[in-house]
């Protein structure tokens, strides 16, 4: 795979995406507003991993300069701001991979409640404030970070949904190096809005049952689940 940048990768849910991405061996650049606290992220998975982690750290802005891959796993009050901070930085042609769920917990609301976003949902947002030709999916709404940053396997699959089918693929291949993940398609990127819904429910269920829920799509042919 291509070098991935998480924004946001000091974070409980990005810092877990870098952590499992950078085990199976790829290459990652945490991004942060404050180039050492993301360094200082890179050094703790470098530390986690062992000698042969490649990852680094680097100011968000710098880190979109460096890669095509890019991460967005920030809370939704950061959202808007931090897509018009890194949109000159964004290489033509990159993909960026939206985890942002619009919690109302972003306004004081609760976190089991998700905001109504004009576009949509917040991948839909991302979608209007990327420069042309900048392919968005969303992914990884559901991957709980507790387990992330765990030695467990991942028992979540991942929906993927992308107006680019290309994207898709490259972001099924992505997340399937996480062990335990099955990537679907999920079509559209206007099914986003679902899985940020998802998310807020999985909180619920999580709070009301004290644990780290995920889900499963059960009944489709073996082909859907498959990644080449
Ligand atoms: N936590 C989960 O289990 C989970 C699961 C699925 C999806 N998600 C979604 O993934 C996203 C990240 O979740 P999280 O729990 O990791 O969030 P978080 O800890 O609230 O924030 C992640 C990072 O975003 C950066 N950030 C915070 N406020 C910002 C601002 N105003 N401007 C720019 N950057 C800002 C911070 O990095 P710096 O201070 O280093 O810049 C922070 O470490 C959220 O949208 C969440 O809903 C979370």
């Given at each position: 795979m291509p070098t991935i940048v998480v924004?946001?990768?000091?974070g409980p849910e990005g810092f877990g995406l870098a952590l499992r991405w950078v085990r199976s061996g790829e290459t990652v650049i945490i991004g942060s507003r404050d180039a050492a606290r993301a360094r200082e992220a890179a050094t703790k998975i470098q530390a986690a991993v062992g000698s042969n982690a490649k990852v680094s750290g680097e100011e968000n802005g710098a880190a979109c300069a460096a890669a095509d891959l890019l991460v967005l796993a920030i809370p939704f009050e950061a959202h808007a701001a931090l897509l018009k901070h890194i949109k000159p930085a964004i290489r033509p042609g990159s993909i960026v991979i939206d985890a942002t769920v619009p919690l109302a917990a972003s306004v004081?609301?609760?976190?089991?409640r998700t905001l109504g976003v004009w576009q949509g949902s917040a991948a839909q947002q991302t979608a209007e404030l990327v420069p042309q030709g900048v392919s968005v999916v969303a992914a990884s709404?559901?991957?709980?970070a507790e387990v992330l940053n765990?030695?467990?396997?991942?028992d979540c699959d991942v929906i993927v949904c992308s107006d680019d089918t290309t994207a898709t693929q490259t972001v099924r291949t992505l997340a399937t190096k996480i062990p335990g993940v099955r990537a679907i398609d999920?079509?559209?990127?206007?099914n986003a809005r679902i899985l940020e819904q998802i998310t807020a429910l999985l909180i619920g269920l999580n709070i009301r049952h004290k644990g780290h829920s995920g889900i499963r799509i059960t009944g489709l042919p073996e082909k859907a689940y498959e990644v080449l």
């Open positions: 924004l946001g990768g000091t004081g609301g609760r976190a089991t709404h559901n991957t709980s765990s030695d467990a396997s991942v999920g079509g559209k990127l206007e």
